[in-house]
């Protein structure tokens, strides 16, 4: 468990400010990309509260631009980033979410 908190901990000292900026402002991206992004955004609904479920219960972005959005703040981002382990540890990343941002993921 150690080893992994390590391993996450290392990879989000690679991420910064000015990358998350960097990736704001990319006006188009692949659909891999965008995929990659949203899956995120789904897994990041149990720490950031500004990531809700839509009325079909689905978490992601519907596309770049609302991706976009989630990055406005992109300090922020990066701190929810930092405290998912956490949230993994205690159970506030739902099932669904989980299940979305793995089919994600897939295609």
Request: some cysteine; proline content about 2%.
């Amino acid at each position: 468990k150690r080893a992994s908190f390590a391993a996450q901990s290392k990879a989000l000292e690679a991420i910064s400010v000015k990358s998350i900026v960097e990736l704001k402002g990319t006006s188009q991206v692949s659909v891999s990309d965008e995929n990659v992004a949203n899956s995120i955004l789904c897994l990041l609904a149990g720490v950031d509260e500004s990531i809700q479920a839509d009325a079909a219960g689905r978490f992601g972005a519907k596309n770049w631009d609302q991706v976009k959005n989630h990055l406005a703040r992109p300090g922020m981002f990066i701190n929810s980033l930092r405290r998912f382990p956490y949230a993994c540890d205690s159970g506030r990343i739902s099932k669904n979410a989980a299940e979305e941002a793995k089919l994600l993921l897939a295609a």
